[in-house]
C-alpha cells in the first residue's frame, strides 16, 4: 500500500498552489478532488456548448505574483487581461465611469461634484498607505501573540515595527480603518452618493455585512491589494476564464510530477493517535499519506471530515462559532450577443470592465436589509461583467458570457432551504434588474446558471456558500484566523494541515494561503524553502 | 442664425460631459496656435493637459527668455477664485502669509499647510480687489478649501479650464505689452496686477512669472485666449518673440531658485511615506510664516516644531564644481556621510555655474556648510562616470537681475 508524503485535500486554486510548492520540495503528492474537474471556484465549465463560464470566481487581481513566478504560471499557459473601466449606472439614466487614466478618472467625478472629484487623490493616499502596511504581511505566517517561540517574538517586533513606524496619527488613522465601516470612511471623502456606492463596493463583496456594517473598511482593502502584471490595483480575467489559474496550477504541478485524482470525494481524514495517516474517500477507498492538507474551509475540515473526538473542545467550539456566513449568489449567463445599455456610449471602456446599478450606499443597506431578514434582496446589489468582451476565447464569435455576482443571499431562506422556485425568483431580481437599463436583454439570454449558497455548498463545497471560507473581519484576520492558536496552517491534529482561504491572509483567488502553508509544513519537515519567493518588497 | 445648445440644468451640463473619456489629455485655450509652431511633438502631461515640452528647440527657447520674450502657455495651472465678505479673513485662516497685508492689485507668493503644519501646495496669490482673490496652484485642493471655509462668508470656485493664462518672460516683454497697446504697463511694478482691456472683455496682467527675469503673467477667460496669443505675437514680432516649452522655463526657475511642487518637496496630500511631508522651514518657505496674524493652519504644529527644534530637513542652493549638471546626485558630508539629494539642478548659463537645489537633513546645509560634497553619475555611452565633486551652500536665487525689478522697466 503506497504512503504518500502529502495528501491535498481539495484542488481547490490554495490546494494546488500547495501541492505544486511540496511537489517541488522534493515530496511526492496526491491531490484529491471530489470533482470530476479541479478549480474549486476557480473554474471554467461548459455548460452551454461553445460557451465556457467562469461560474463562481471570475476575476483576477489578488493572485500574488510571486507564486505565478515560483509556480511558472504564464509558462503553463496562464494570461491575466487587465479590464479597461467600469460604471455604476445611476437611476436618473446616467452613469459614473471609473476609468484608468488619473486625469479622466477626475474629470468623470466632476460631472457629479467638483469637490469629490478633487478628493479622490486623499482618499488614494490614504487607502494606499493602509495597503502598504498590510500587503507585507500577506506573505509571511502571522504571529501567535501568546508564544514566546523565539520565531514568534521576532514576527511580533516585526509588526510592532510596522505599526510604530507608522507614527502616532497614521497608527491612530489604521486602528480606526481597520475596525469601521466603509460608508464612514467615505463619508470623510466624499459627499455625493453615486461616487461613494462606487467605492463601498469593494467594502461589502463576498461579505455578509452591509456598507453600513463595522469592519467593512477593511474588506474594501483586501480587494485594493492586487495587481494585474504589475499594474497595482488593476482587475482583469483570466483568459480563458478564470479556470485558466488552476489549469496552469494543474499542468505545474503534473509537470514536477505531482498526481491529482479527480471524482475523489473525501469522507474522512484518518486520524491514528492524534496524528493524521491519511484519508478515506467517500467510496470507502483508503489513502494513506504522512500528511494531510485540508484545503476545504475549516468548517468542512474539522466538522465533517475528522471525528469530534479528535479535537479539542474549545477548538471546536471556534470553529463551529467561525463566522463563515453565505451572502452571495452567482447567475452565470450565455447571450446571443452583447448587450446594449443606452446610457453608455458605445465606445466606452466600461463594457470591459464591471458594472453596477446600485447607485447609493443606502441602497446597498437596505439590500443587506433583506438578507438579515433571511431574504435574497428584492434590490439586489451587482457586480457584472462580460469578459468576452476582452477574451474571445470562451464563447463562439459574437457570443458573449456575462457572470454577476449577487448580493446579499442568504443561505437559508428565512430559515428553511431553498427550493428550486426560490432559485429561479432570486435569478428573476437579477435579470429584472439588468433588463430595467438594457433593453432586450431577456431576448439575448441562451443559458443560464443559477448559483445560490445551496448550489455554491454542494456544488463547489464552500461552506454556506461564503466566497471567502469565513468573514474578513477584523476578528478573524492574522492570528486569529482561523481560530486563535491555530492561525500557522497547523491544527489540533498532528499532521493535519490547513491551506483554504479559511487561514491567513484569506480569501479572494490570491494563493497565499496555499504557498504560506507549503512553507510551514516544509518548515515542519526540514525542507529547504529555496523554490518559493520572498514576498515582493514594498519600499 | 446658429443658437447654441443652452445647458438647462445640472443633469443636462453632467450628461453633456460624459464624452470626455475619448481625450485623455485636454487642449488648452491656446492649442491651436501652439500646435502650428510645434515642430518636435515633444509633449507632457501637465495636470491633465497636453503641454509642450519643447516647441522648436529647448536651448534657443530658453535663450529667448534671457535675451528675448518667451511665450509659455500657463492655462493648466490651477486656479480658483475667491471672494466674499471674509475673503481675506479665510485666506488669513488658510495660507502661511498675511493676507492683510496684500493690497488689493497686488500678488503674493504663499503656501498652506494641513494641521500637521505640512505643506499641502505653494501658489500665488492674487489680490483682484479687496474681496476677489484668485489663488494659483499646482495640485488641487477644492475639498480642503471648502472644508476650511466653514464658518467664513466666502465663495470658492475651481477655474481651471474657464481662465487661460500666459506667462510672458524676458527682456523686451514690457516692450511687447506696450507696443501691444496695453495703456499704462509701464506702471505696474513687481507683483502688481492690473486689468486691461481686450475685446470686449479684459485681461489681468500682473509683473510677475517664474524665470527670475522681466516678465508677466496675463489671465483672460478662455474664449479670449487666442485673440490675445495674437496680439501679443503681433506686437512682439520686431521684439523677438518666441513660444517656449516646459524645459526651457525649467531651466530659468531653476537659476531663479524657484521650487515646484512634488519636484522639489512631496507635498502632504500625496506623500505615502510618513517622513516624507515638509514643513515650511524645511523647504525655505519658513519666510512666509506669520505669527503676528491669528491662527492659521498647521500653526500650532510648525510653532510647536520650532521650539522643539524638530524641523528634520533644510532646502539650499548648491554651487556645485564643474560643470556636469547633479540631477538627483546623493549629497555627502566629507565624502562619506549621506546628508540628502538633489531635486534639480543644471548648468546655469547666465550665472555660469554648475547650480542644484537640494534637500539636506540638518544640521548639514543649517549650522554644517562645509564638506559637502554630490556624488554625480553621468551616464555617458552606457557608462556611468561616477564623479564626487565640492559643493557649496549659496543663497538663492542663483542670479538677480536688475532688469526684473526696474521701474519703468527699460525697454529693450
Known amino acids: ?539 | 442664425m446658429a443658437k447654441t445648445a443652452k445647458i438647462s440644468s445640472p443633469y443636462a451640463a453632467r450628461i453633456a460631459a460624459r464624452g470626455h473619456f475619448r481625450t485623455l489629455r485636454l487642449d488648452t485655450p491656446f492649442q491651436p496656435r501652439i500646435d502650428a509652431l510645434m515642430k518636435r511633438n515633444d509633449w507632457y502631461d501637465w495636470g491633465g493637459y497636453r503641454a509642450a515640452n519643447s516647441l522648436w528647440d529647448e536651448e534657443l527657447e530658453y535663450f529667448a527668455i534671457r535675451s528675448q520674450a518667451a511665450l509659455f502657455d500657463i492655462s493648466p495651472m490651477v486656479k480658483y477664485g475667491i471672494e466674499g465678505p471674509d475673503a481675506e479673513a479665510f485666506l488669513n485662516r488658510v495660507t502661511l502669509r498675511n493676507v492683510s497685508k496684500l493690497k488689493p492689485g497686488r500678488v503674493h507668493y504663499t503656501a498652506w499647510c494641513d494641521d500637521e503644519g505640512h505643506v499641502l501646495d505653494d501658489g500665488t496669490l492674487f489680490r483682484l480687489s479687496d474681496e476677489r482673490f484668485r489663488l494659483c496652484c499646482q495640485e488641487r485642493h477644492l475639498p480642503w478649501l471648502l472644508d476650511s471655509a466653514i464658518g467664513y462668508d466666502v465663495s470658492v470656485a475651481e477655474q481651471t479650464e474657464a481662465i487661460a493664462g500666459l506667462a510672458l518672460q524676458g527682456p523686451t516683454s514690457f516692450a511687447i505689452l506696450r507696443a501691444a497697446g496695453f495703456a499704462g504697463i509701464e506702471r505696474l511694478k513687481v507683483f502688481d496686477l492690473a486689468d486691461f482691456e481686450h475685446q470686449n472683455g479684459t485681461v489681468t496682467i500682473s509683473r510677475t512669472g517664474f524665470t527670475g527675469d522681466l516678465g508677466y503673467e496675463l489671465f483672460v477667460s478662455a474664449e479670449l485666449a487666442l485673440s490675445l496669443w495674437d496680439r501679443l505675437m503681433e506686437a512682439g514680432r520686431l521684439h523677438g518673440i518666441r513660444a517656449i516649452g516646459y524645459t526651457a522655463l525649467n531651466r530659468a526657475r531653476l537659476e531663479a531658485g524657484l521650487i515646484v511642487a512634488n519636484a522639489d518637496f512631496s507635498t502632504a496630500e500625496h506623500a505615502l511615506r510618513a517622513d516624507r511631508v515638509r514643513m515650511p522651514d524645511e523647504i525655505g518657505l519658513g519666510f512666509m510664516v506669520d505669527l503676528e496674524k491669528g491662527h492659521f493652519n498647521g500653526r500650532r504644529a510648525i510653532e510647536i516644531a520650532r521650539k522643539n527644534k524638530k524641523l528634520r530637513h533644510i532646502l539650499v542652493g548648491l554651487e556645485i564644481e564643474g560643470n556636469i549638471p547633479a540631477d538627483h546626485a546623493i549629497v555627502y558630508h566629507r565624502g562619506k556621510k549621506e546628508v540628502g539629494l538633489v531635486s534639480a539642478a543644471g548648468w546655469s548659463p547666465l550665472a555660469k555655474r554648475n547650480i542644484a537645489i537640494a534637500s539636506l537633513a540638518r544640521p548639514f546645509g543649517d549650522t554644517v556648510t562645509d564638506d559637502l560634497w554630490v556624488e554625480i553619475y553621468a551616464l555617458r555611452e552606457l557608462k556611468y562616470e561616477k564623479l564626487m565633486k565640492r559643493a557649496k551652500v549659496v543663497p538663492r536665487p542663483f542670479i538677480k537681475l536688475d532688469r526684473r525689478t526696474a521701474n519703468p522697466p527699460a525697454d529693450f
Open chain 1, 1 to 539: 500500500m503506497k504512503t504518500w508524503d502529502a495528501i491535498v485535500v481539495g484542488g481547490g486554486h490554495n490546494g494546488l498552489v500547495n501541492a505544486c510548492y511540496l511537489q517541488r520540495a522534493g515530496l511526492d503528492v496526491l491531490v484529491v478532488e471530489k470533482n470530476d474537474w479541479v478549480g474549486g471556484a476557480a473554474t471554467s465549465r461548459e455548460l452551454a456548448p461553445g460557451f465556457l463560464y467562469s461560474n463562481c470566481s471570475y476575476v483576477c487581481s489578488l493572485f500574488r505574483p510571486e507564486i505565478m513566478r515560483d509556480l511558472e504560471l504564464p509558462r503553463f499557459g496562464l494570461q491575466v487581461i487587465a479590464y479597461e473601466g467600469g460604471a455604476v449606472f445611476t437611476r436618473d439614466g446616467d452613469y459614473l465611469a471609473n476609468y484608468r487614466d488619473h486625469d479622466a478618472h477626475r474629470r468623470e467625478f466632476a460631472r457629479f461634484s467638483k469637490r469629490d472629484a478633487e478628493a479622490y487623490d486623499r482618499y488614494a493616499r490614504d487607502v494606499t498607505r493602509q495597503c502598504r502596511f498590510i500587503q507585507p504581511l500577506l506573505m509571511r505566517t502571522a504571529p501567535d501573540p501568546t508564544s514566546l517561540r523565539p520565531r514568534d517574538v521576532g514576527e511580533l517586533m516585526y509588526l510592532a515595527k510596522k505599526i510604530w513606524d507608522l507614527g502616532p496619527s497614521q497608527m491612530a488613522e489604521t486602528l480606526r480603518f481597520w475596525t469601521m465601516s466603509i460608508s464612514d470612511f467615505l463619508d470623510e471623502y466624499f459627499e455625493t452618493d453615486v461616487i461613494k456606492a462606487n467605492f463601498s463596493i469593494s467594502g461589502i463583496i463576498g461579505t455578509a455585512l452591509g456598507p453600513m456594517s463595522p469592519g467593512t473598511a477593511y474588506v474594501l482593502l483586501h480587494h485594493y491589494m492586487g495587481e494585474v502584471d504589475g499594474s497595482v490595483g488593476a482587475w482583469g480575467y483570466a483568459r480563458g476564464g478564470m479556470g485558466a489559474i488552476t489549469k496552469a496550477l494543474s499542468a505545474s504541478f503534473q509537470a514536477s510530477g505531482g498526481t491529482i485524482r479527480t471524482g475523489a470525494e473525501v469522507d474522512k481524514v484518518l486520524v491514528r493517535d492524534g496524528k493524521a495517516t491519511g484519508v478515506v474517500l467517500a467510496n470507502g477507498e483508503e489513502i494513506f499519506g504522512k500528511l494531510v492538507v485540508s484545503n476545504a474551509d475549516v468548517k468542512r475540515t474539522f466538522l465533517k471530515l475528522v471525528e469530534e473526538k479528535e479535537l479539542p473542545d474549545i477548538f471546536l467550539r471556534r470553529v463551529r462559532n467561525f463566522k463563515i456566513r453565505g451572502s452571495s449568489g452567482k447567475v452565470n449567463i450565455a447571450l446571443d450577443s452583447l448587450p446594449e445599455f443606452p446610457a453608455l456610449p458605445k465606445d466606452s471602456p466600461c463594457y470591459r470592465g464591471d458594472m453596477h446599478f446600485t447607485d447609493s450606499v443606502e441602497r446597498m443597506e437596505r439590500a443587506y436589509d433583506d438578507w438579515k431578514a433571511g431574504r435574497w434582496s428584492a434590490d439586489p446589489f451587482l457586480d457584472m461583467m462580460i469578459p468576452t468582451t476582452l477574451d474571445p476565447t470562451m464563447t463562439p464569435p459574437g457570443k458573449h458570457f456575462m457572470s454577476c455576482f449577487v448580493q446579499y443571499c442568504p443561505p437559508k431562506v428565512e430559515g428553511r432551504d431553498w427550493t428550486d422556485a426560490d432559485r429561479d425568483a432570486f435569478a428573476e431580481t437579477v435579470i429584472a434588474q439588468i433588463a430595467d437599463y438594457s433593453p432586450g436583454f431577456r431576448d439575448r439570454i441562451v443559458h443560464m446558471e443559477v448559483r445560490t449558497p445551496r448550489e455554491l455548498e454542494a456544488e463547489v463545497g464552500l461552506t454556506e456558500g461564503n466566497i471567502f471560507q469565513g468573514e474578513l473581519t477584523f476578528d478573524q484576520l492574522l492570528f486569529n484566523r482561523p481560530v486563535p492558536g491555530y492561525a500557522q496552517y497547523r491544527s489540533p491534529v498532528g499532521g493535519l494541515y490547513m491551506c483554504g482561504s479559511s487561514t491567513h491572509p484569506g480569501g479572494g483567488v490570491m494563493g497565499a494561503p496555499g504557498r504560506n502553508a507549503a512553507a510551514e509544513i516544509l518548515r515542519d519537515l526540514s525542507k529547504p524553502t529555496r523554490h518559493m519567493s520572498p514576498a515582493h518588497d514594498v519600499i
